[in-house]
């Protein structure tokens, strides 16, 4: 006995021993606002989101620290400053855009898709060709390669996860997934019946409310701007599309096929918490959001939620918002601009999107890890082919803003659908002008 | 007659040699710099850009009234300042009441040797150091209307029915006003609780004499005595409430619709949605003159008036 804990204690003392500094370097090295020796000569500044190297889930923070680790001690002569983005994307971007503008941005950032047209026009990106092949960026997804690249062929960021929307169900419920708007209303009102709330979906003021909403407005063909960047979403046919999406949703809240509190959710994580309380069986999110429920539910439960394509007005009509993440680097100097270049490709090409089940935006990406095994993404794979991303035009922001507000006054009995499209054209016009 | 003879008070005191007054610049100098640099350049800069066309996306490119007449044009900006009056209204006067019902409560506890004052004093400051986005996040979640929200499950064990907190446009504003007045109390508390204290007993004493009751007391003697704290409360309550609007921000976001959409928060969207920064300045203008003309009605309404107070 006395022998066998002798044994065990010097095992316990010999994995310490072995354990304790190398912990102990990860924490020397990765601070809140560092990466990499404080007195290291050469300095990088990198904005990032929090959802990687400083997320609060403990296992995605661990494996990102130690790709970082790794990453800065093959390079000790470098330190990564880093600076954590606020979520109020629309806020933070600006503020990101102003910045660099009068040069003091950081040397590499994160930039969200959507705001990418606008720190291309601004004049602000680093071309990053050098550090990428012909062959990388030509197997980028079309609609990622065209956003990355300027008309001279400069790679000017890297898209480096995509996302999209898709319909959620507890099969339990809805055993078949609803392909037209006619078929999740019924379902939906299914669900009300069993004592659900029925189907769920950003109507809230933020942007998730008018990224979701345009699927199925694209479903229609509907545009928002035309191919100079003007607003002509309540012009035309565009305005008879945008009107039928904007019904769709008001019958689906009149019906009591979706509940009026649709109006307060400005948050995917609410979705989570309904499935998780057991009190919806249908809402519409993001595809990063399977991943979170299988961590969130019990397994025999989870076993019951699939994902499909969002509805459409018919079936072969179909949508769905693509968005994701970028990073571009903003510095005149050329290593820096290096260090960054090769940051994105060891640290999140490939490997970030596989730690967190985030979409690769080329083909060659899903065959290379096993992570996208799955038969999920055998569906977000068909639903991407519906995908479409928001208008690279510097009105998008504020067309989105009204959108947002039209959601919001046409479902909560503010305005009719007629009254709010003008209110909201008006007001877009008036900002175009300015712009 | 000599000189022995003049009178103590006729002679003429010998003159002290004349000090030089000390200039008052240089001591001035520090603090009218810190207030320059940090406080009138910005005020400036704001006014510059208020009179210009820059968005984020350009700097200025010329200067006029077109911006202004634009900005105030607007179509939105009637309901915003409807909003605006009704939320600032609402909040000022529910931080100015519970404030001061907290601090009477908390100075007649004190006075009677109740437990728990300090506590009572504590709890009430603690909702004040609470960030303006973590207000609207807590009570994000209270207001939930979902099957499983904090007030509606507690509501519904009452066997009352849940209220739609948030996305009904009416509800919704009167729920960004509680919150508002949750985190604002504290300040007004502080306020009025050292006023109070402050306050004569004999007054009270003297009043009871005659046999004036709580009311009474409170109507004709604390009120009174209190006013130019309740001025001061009123004013600095009213410029933070016009500026508010991180609370809602997380609340609300400023729906549904524009229903909570208040003047410091359109500035915000204007400037970060619509990148027009002149727009923005000559809003934020607006909010400035507006904190302004209403310091002035309130230093006429509630000031000190010679004839009554002296």
């Known amino acids: ?435 | 007659m000599t000189m022995s003879d003049t009178p103590v008070a006729a002679q003429k005191a010998p003159r002290r040699p004349k000090r030089a007054r000390p200039a008052a610049w240089p001591w001035l100098a520090p603090a009218l710099l810190m207030l320059g640099a940090f406080y009138l350049v910005p005020i400036l800069d704001v006014l510059r850009l208020a009179f210009g066309d820059a968005t984020l996306l350009r700097s200025v490119e010329s200067y006029g009234l077109e911006g202004i007449q634009q900005t105030l044009s607007s179509p939105a900006l009637p309901g915003v300042l409807w909003v605006t009056v009704v939320f600032t209204a609402a909040s000022v006067i529910g931080i100015l009441a519970t404030g001061m019902l907290v601090a009477l409560t908390v100075v007649r506890g004190e006075m009677r040797g109740l437990w728990g004052m300090s506590a009572l004093r504590t709890v009430v400051l603690t909702a004040w150091v609470v960030p303006g986005i973590a207000n609207g996040l807590i009570w994000q979640m209270l207001f939930s209307e979902a099957p499983f929200g904090a007030l509606n499950s507690t509501l519904a064990v009452f066997g009352i029915a849940p209220v739609r907190w948030l996305s009904d446009p009416s509800n919704a504003m009167v729920s960004a006003a509680i919150a508002n007045v949750w985190q604002g109390t504290a300040f007004a508390m502080i306020v009025f609780y050292a006023a109070r204290k402050g306050l004569s007993q004999d007054l009270y004493a003297a009043a009871a004499i005659d046999g004036a009751g709580p009311f009474a007391r409170f109507l004709f003697i604390t009120l009174p005595q209190m006013r130019a704290a309740i001025l001061v409360a009123t004013v600095l309550v009213t410029i933070q409430t016009l500026n508010t609007f991180d609370v809602i921000l997380a609340l609300t976001g400023g729906g549904p619709g524009r229903a909570t959409e208040v003047l410091s928060l359109f500035t915000f969207n204007t400037v970060f949605y619509n990148f027009d920064l002149s727009g923005g300045s000559a809003l934020a203008l607006i909010l400035v003159l507006i904190a302004l003309l209403l310091t002035v009605v309130y230093i006429r309404l509630l000031g000190d008036r010679p004839d009554q107070d002296k």
């Open chain 1, 1 to 435: 006995m006395t022998h066998r804990f002798l044994r065990i204690l010097g095992a316990v003392g010999a994995a310490c021993a072995v354990g304790i500094p190398s912990s102990l370097a990860a924490q020397d090295l990765i601070t809140r606002d560092r990466v990499g020796l404080p007195d290291a000569p050469n300095t990088m500044t990198f904005r990032l989101t929090a959802y990687d190297l400083y997320s609060s889930d403990d296992a995605t923070r661990t494996a990102f620290e130690e790709l970082f680790a790794e990453f800065i001690e093959a390079r000790p002569d470098w330190k990564i400053e880093t600076q954590i983005a606020t979520d109020n994307i629309g806020q933070e971007q600006a503020r990101l855009l102003e910045q660099a503008r009068a040069g003091r941005g950081p040397d590499c950032a994160m930039i969200d898709s959507s705001q990418l047209a606008l720190f291309k026009s601004a004049d602000v990106l680093t071309p990053m060709n050098a550090h990428w092949s012909e062959a990388e960026i030509d197997d980028l997804f079309p609609f990622v390669r065209e956003a990355v690249t300027n008309e001279d062929g400069d790679l000017l960021a890297w898209w480096w996860f995509t996302d999209l929307r898709v319909l959620y169900r507890d099969t339990r419920l809805v055993p078949d997934a609803p392909q037209t708007w006619e078929e999740l209303q019924a379902a939906s009102l299914a669900t009300v019946d069993a004592g659900k709330e029925g189907v769920l979906f950003n109507g809230g003021r933020w942007e998730g409310t008018t990224f979701d909403w345009l699927a199925h407005f694209w479903a229609q063909g509907g545009q928002l701007v035309d191919d100079e960047g003007r607003p002509v979403f309540a012009e035309g046919e565009n305005r008879e599309k945008f009107l039928t999406a904007i019904n769709f949703y008001k019958d689906l809240v009149d019906s009591g096929a979706a509940p009026p509190r649709v109006t307060s959710i400005v948050n995917y994580d609410d979705f989570n918490a309904a499935a998780a309380a057991g009190t919806t069986g249908l809402f519409i999110g993001g595809n990063w959001q399977y991943g979170q429920l299988r961590g969130t539910l019990p397994v025999e439960d989870f076993a019951a939620w699939e994902v499909s394509a969002i509805p459409g007005p018919s079936v072969d009509a179909r949508a769905t918002g693509t968005g994701g993440w970028t990073i571009a680097a903003m510095s005149d100097d050329e290593d820096a601009v290096r260090i960054c270049a090769e940051m994105i490709r060891e640290i999140y090409s490939g490997q970030s999107n596989a730690i967190q089940g985030l979409l690769p935006t080329s083909a060659a990406q899903y065959e290379r890890f096993d992570a996208f095994d799955g038969p999920e993404y055998d569906v977000f794979a068909q639903a991407l082919v519906d995908g479409q991303a928001r208008p690279g035009v510097p009105i998008y922001p504020e067309i989105s803003n009204n959108i947002q507000i039209l959601i919001g006054d046409v479902l909560s009995g503010a305005a009719t659908p007629e009254e709010a499209l003008d209110a909201a054209n008006a007001a877009v016009q008036a900002a175009y002008e300015r712009l």
